[in-house]
């Protein structure tokens, strides 16, 4: 499926060979490209082996375009958001900061979608029935 990410702020694309390339900064202040499957639900990330990150550590995660950071906090917490377009139609993105934290909500105008084994804790979360 035909799949557009692009940052909130800059709205630079950030999907680059079918990868969603993002600046990612771990808890002990290292910094590191992360490079993200477009699949949903797919948490596959790929990085240089110097960049650690730990599972259940937080990450921040920032454009690599405009170097804006890309967190949200929505009721306690944080999450990464993108914008992303999907047959033109535009989703917001949210995905969980905590490395191994396997949650991601697609939210679009009347809808949302979760992915993920750890997403169900959230659901109704936003305040709406999620429409899958
Ligand atoms: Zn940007």
Redesign the pocket.
């Known amino acids: 499926m035909e799949r557009n990410f692009h ?1 909130p ?2 709205h ?1 694309q950030l999907c680059v060979n079918q990868r969603v390339i993002l600046s990612a900064l771990n808890e002990d202040g290292q910094r590191g490209l992360v490079l993200l499957t477009p699949e949903l639900g797919d948490y596959k990330a790929l990085k240089h082996p110097s960049f650690k990150v730990k599972e259940g550590q937080h990450v921040d995660f920032f ?1 690599p ?2 170097h ?1 950071n890309l967190i949200v906090e929505k009721k306690d917490e944080k999450f990464t958001r993108v914008m992303m377009l999907e047959l033109g139609e535009e989703y917001e993105v949210l995905f969980s900061q905590i490395a191994g934290e396997k949650s991601t909500y697609v939210i679009g105008e009347n809808s949302v979608r979760t992915y993920g084994k750890d997403a169900h804790e959230f659901t109704n979360f936003w305040g709406e029935t999620p429409s899958y």
């Open positions: 940052c702020f800059c630079g454009c375009i405009c804006n």
